[in-house]
T-cell receptor, first 117, second 115 residues
Framework: GAGVSQTPSNKVTEKGKYVELRCDPISGHTALYWYRQSLGQGPEFLIY????????DSGLPNDRFFAVRPEGSVSTLKIQRTERGDSAVYLC???????????????FGEGSRLTVL | AQSVAQPEDQVNVAEGNPLTVKCTYSVSGNPYLFWYVQYPNRGLQFLLK??????LVKGSYGFEAEFNKSQTSFHLKKPSALVSDSALYFC?????????????FGDGTTLTVKP
């Protein structure tokens, strides 16, 4: 597809369960980002990939959160032992990095809404 | 550390009037600045950005923003508001010297344009 694709669009799980959220970025975008958005707040940075490697994972709240991008394209955000406080919309974005560096705007997916009961 | 402040949770304007949505930022060096818009049940969409050069940048849907380094501001403006401009607007900053990838977002301003 032409845009950033995120699946699932909605996920309801029980406290303590494991969840995976998938992001398929725009083809050719080497930079990929995960953000979390709670109601009434702006997107909160979680992690940034440049290619296959995590260039900045300073936003991951704790070791229950992990993300991978093994082939430099699709990324998966993994949350272990989910807690009710993890409930939020998880946003994925990608951007183009050119010879001038990372000056590009972010292209966002429509998000995965996670509800932890 | 980089940060963004959007001092107004809500901005209300009448259709046809000019609108301004305020944003101030804090970074250690020269910033990259962005505005995004979020319509109900839709993903965030890019409006415009300042990277370097002319302080006045023009973007989608007739929006523009002015980079003011001395006031560390990047206010979003439009000369004549439309009802369809009603949405949630986010300002974001990126410091290319320290956080080449990470964009920090403000908490958003809800713009309501009344007919």
């Amino acid at each position: 597809g032409a845009g950033v694709s995120q699946t699932p669009s909605n996920k309801v799980t029980e406290k303590g369960k494991y969840v995976e959220l998938r992001c398929d970025p725009i083809s050719g975008h080497t930079a990929l980002y995960w953000y979390r958005q709670s109601l009434g707040q702006g997107p909160e940075f979680l992690i940034y990939f440049q290619g296959t490697g995590a260039a900045d994972d300073s936003g991951l709240p704790n070791d229950r959160f992990f993300a991978v991008r093994p082939e430099g394209s699709v990324s998966t955000l993994k949350i272990q032992r989910t807690e009710r406080g993890d409930s939020a919309v998880y946003l994925c974005a990608s951007s183009f990095v050119g010879v001038a560096g990372n000056t590009g705007e972010l292209f966002f997916g429509e998000g995965s809404r996670l509800t932890v009961l | 550390a980089q940060s963004v402040a959007q001092p107004e949770d809500q901005v209300n304007v009448a259709e046809g009037n000019p609108l301004t949505v305020k944003c101030t930022y804090s970074v250690s060096g020269n910033p990259y600045l962005f505005w995004y818009v979020q319509y109900p049940n839709r993903g965030l969409q890019f409006l415009l950005k300042y990277i370097t050069g002319d302080n006045l940048v023009k973007g989608s849907y007739g929006f523009e923003a002015e980079f003011n380094k001395s006031q560390t501001s990047f206010h979003l403006k439009k000369p004549s508001a439309l009802v369809s401009d009603s949405a949630l607007y986010f300002c974001a900053v990126r410091d290319p010297n320290t956080n080449a990838g990470k964009s920090t977002f403000g908490d958003g301003t809800t713009l309501t344009v009344k007919p």
